[in-house]
């Protein structure tokens, strides 16, 4: 294998661990200092898991080994990305534990393979992923949402009974269709004994916002719904 490190394998393997220990341990205590899913103990266990595989790997079958156990690590840290990714209503969370913890595993592929500076360069660009562009988020997430520079997804969303379901989804057809605001689809967002959620996503990038009021008040009114609302949001 081509590096600098004249040790037998089980040094090599040691060096390799505990570069990845090291680094995952840096990656993790950012994300457990933010009280993140995946935290401190997941990130390393995920980096030292890469390491050790990979090392397996060039041991076995050299560096064919080492490139086949890369791409299996990969794809089966997707897997466990897919774990702390939660979909609550119409916002998805976690989506930024899941890219680290498949970093994590990036840095521990590299110390798998006896690159170990890389390792630690991939570790500061995680590191400054998660921290210093943490700023520019909140800057631009504090904007208000400017229909020149993004598509809107707008939704009528209306709570009814149970057993009113039916009643409540031709409701929404039917009201806005006739004020020109035709529906792309109509997803259930809740469901309990008492009530149900319905939401009803319009084809318009853009509505103006008194249109929307006028139609959920027309709307809280019919008989059989419990109440109605509309929200904006931008598109993926």
């Not at 791409?71 to 939660?86: D, P, Q, T």
């Not at 170990?116 to 590191?127: I, K, N, P, Y």
């Not at 504090?142 to 039916?166: D, K, N």
Request: proline share 3%; glycine share 8%.
């Amino acid at each position: 294998m081509d590096t600098s490190f004249p040790l037998t394998d089980s040094w090599r393997l040691l060096a390799a661990l505990a570069t990845a220990f090291v680094l995952g341990t840096a990656i993790g205590l950012e994300r457990q200092w933010r009280q993140r899913t995946a935290g401190l103990r997941t990130n390393v266990l995920v980096a030292v898991g890469a390491a050790a595989f990979v090392d397996l790997g060039v041991q076995t079958a050299g560096q064919d080994g080492a490139a086949r156990v890369i791409a299996y690590v990969v794809s089966g840290i997707g897997f466990l990305g897919a774990g702390v990714i939660m979909k609550e209503g119409t916002q998805v969370r976690g989506l930024n534990t899941a890219a680290t913890l498949w970093t994590s595993a990036a840095v521990g592929a590299f110390a798998g393979v006896g690159r170990l500076a890389e390792a630690a360069v991939v570790t500061g660009f995680v590191l400054a992923g998660n921290t210093m562009l943490r700023p520019l988020v909140d800057f631009v997430n504090r904007r208000p949402i400017a229909e020149r520079h993004t598509e809107a997804l707008y939704r009528v969303h209306v709570v009814c009974a149970p057993e009113r379901v039916s009643m409540a989804r031709d409701v929404l057809y039917e009201e806005l269709e006739v004020h020109d605001y035709p529906v792309r689809e109509i997803e259930m967002m809740t469901e309990s004994d008492a009530a149900v959620e319905l939401a009803a996503a319009l084809l318009p990038t853009s509505a103006e916002a008194a249109d929307l009021d006028r139609i959920v008040a027309h709307i809280a009114r019919r008989p059989g719904i419990v109440s109605a609302t509309w929200t904006v949001s931008t598109t993926n």
